[in-house]
């Protein structure tokens, strides 16, 4: 999915096996902040293969660039903040 901005998220930060990550709930479902892309069509690209396995992934602009955020399982978040 493509969001305009975040204003449609909550953020929050998560406790995870790697530590504290910075999150963003969105329909129910939290996400993480994965890498930045150039361009839109490369930020589609690289998520083929999380989409092949069933992650959620949203796209978002994020100055001159685009997020990528993937969908954690709550089974790896400890806590959220």
Partial sequence: MILN???????????????KEKGIIFLGKTFVA?????????????CRKDLDLGFAILIVPDANKFRVWVSVPNQIIFQST
């Fill in 5 to 19: 901005s975040l204003n449609e998220a909550r953020s929050i930060v998560i406790n995870t096996l790697t530590g």
């Fill in 34 to 46: 994965d890498q930045s892309y150039n361009s839109l069509d490369d930020a589609i690209l690289s």
